[in-house]
């Protein structure tokens, strides 16, 4: 039994960190009470789809100022990639739809069967913009 602690800053892959004969069975989060949480997937069907483009995000606001950000985006990568470029637009300032612009230098999305690179780059940017103007209100 191996128990991993700290926080991962990159999500990786993680198959690469387990052994052999491990297997993940349990992650424990911190308390996110409080916290802003939204996830979005964008495919072709709602279910037992390939994702064209996934954004995970979590805001702390405090006093009507972002204190913590944290940006996600899976399939615009070989691996899931943090947007840091997008957090750093938002954490110190109020919830701002501009901040959405800078996800185009925290990704790189391919061509392939599913999608196009331009077309991933638009919906990332346009999934992110959605979600914080309903955070800014």
């Given at each position: ?12 892959d993680?198959?690469?960190?387990l ?6 069975t349990?992650?424990?989060l911190?308390d996110?009470?409080?916290d802003?949480?939204y996830?979005?997937?964008?495919g072709?069907?709602?279910a037992?789809?390939i ?5 995970g ?13 944290r ?11 943090r947007a ?6 938002l954490?110190?300032?109020p919830?701002d739809?501009a901040?959405a ?6 990704i790189a ?11 991933r ?11 914080l103007?309903?955070e800014?209100?």
């Amino acid at each position: 039994r191996r128990v991993e602690s700290g926080r991962r800053e990159d999500l990786g892959d993680l198959g690469e960190e387990l052994g052999a004969d491990e297997l993940l069975t349990r992650v424990h989060l911190p308390d996110l009470s409080g916290d802003r949480l939204y996830y979005r997937k964008v495919g072709t069907r709602l279910a037992q789809a390939i994702s064209k483009v996934v954004l995970g995000a979590r805001l702390r606001v405090q006093d009507g100022i972002v204190a913590e950000a944290r940006v996600a985006f899976g399939s615009v990568a070989p691996v899931p990639r943090r947007a840091r470029a997008v957090e750093a637009a938002l954490v110190g300032h109020p919830v701002d739809l501009a901040a959405a612009d800078a996800v185009t230098s925290d990704i790189a999305p391919i061509d392939d069967i599913r999608s196009t690179a331009e077309y991933r780059r638009r919906v990332a940017r346009n999934v992110l913009r959605t979600w914080l103007a309903a955070e800014a209100g």
